[in-house]
């Protein structure tokens, strides 16, 4: 099945600096890339997604890169707040509509 | 996207009993999905809730354990079986909600077994 890798799994930056968190996934075959955030004792949100036919996309101060040749997805959040301290969590879909999570990364926003 | 609600949000039970949540959406939905989540770690996709057909299960889950009823688009259960503490997680359904493949995620239901 599919297998999807994800670095860092913990994360501290400075309020203000920009914060990348990366993903690879093995089935080439996977087709569609969502990023979700989850605060302490919440569900998990969809933040942003991208499909396998777009290369990047962009939502205010957060952004997915996808290189389907390498296999790997990106989260780039710009210009941090303490509010985007949480949890976040890439998945990919493969053969349908299984997502399939990375492990997570603790990204911590410090004033 | 569609407003999901789970019940019940918490529940604490003894070992060897079983429990049933609920997952209600205001809208119909093809997709619905059953998720658990341990502590401290990452969602693990349990099963499709499949309307009218049996569900559909991951490697390591089976019906006997945690048997799926979805008897229209905008319901379904999950019944967690002869419980052990190893069951304490939050379980949480998700929904295939506005574009393709687009999952939205209810509260969840904290379960702990003692």
């Known amino acids: 099945g599919e297998n999807v890798e994800q670095h860092p799994s913990t994360l501290s930056v400075q309020e203000g600096d920009s914060a990348v968190i990366k993903c690879t996934y093995s089935?080439?075959?996977?087709?569609?890339f969502p990023w979700y955030k989850q605060e302490l004792g919440k569900r998990p949100q969809l933040i942003i997604d991208?499909?396998?036919?777009?290369g990047e996309k962009k939502d205010q101060r957060i952004a997915v890169t996808l290189n389907k040749t390498a296999k790997h997805f990106s989260l780039h959040i710009t210009e941090t707040q303490p509010e985007d301290s949480a949890v976040y969590f890439c998945a990919a879909i493969v053969l349908g509509y299984a997502l399939n999570f990375g492990k997570g990364t603790s990204l911590l926003v410090t004033p | 996207s569609a407003v999901i609600s789970q019940k019940p949000s918490r529940d604490i039970c003894q070992r060897g009993t079983s429990l049933t949540i609920q997952c209600q959406v205001d809208?119909?939905?093809?997709?619905m999905f059953w998720y658990r989540q341990q502590p401290g770690q990452s969602l693990t996709l349990i099963a499709t809730a499949n309307q009218g057909s049996e569900a559909t299960y991951e490697s390591g889950f089976v019906i006997d354990k945690f048997p799926i009823s979805r008897p229209n688009l905008t319901f379904s259960t999950l019944t967690v079986s002869n419980m052990s503490p190893e069951d304490s997680s939050i379980y949480l359904c998700?929904?295939?909600?506005?574009?393709?493949?687009?999952?939205?995620f209810g509260p969840g239901t904290r379960l702990t077994v003692t």
């Open positions: 991208i499909r396998s036919n777009v």
């Open positions: 089935d080439s075959a996977s087709n569609y």
């Open positions: 998700s929904v295939e909600s506005g574009r393709a493949y687009e999952q939205y």
């Open positions: 809208s119909q939905v093809t997709m």
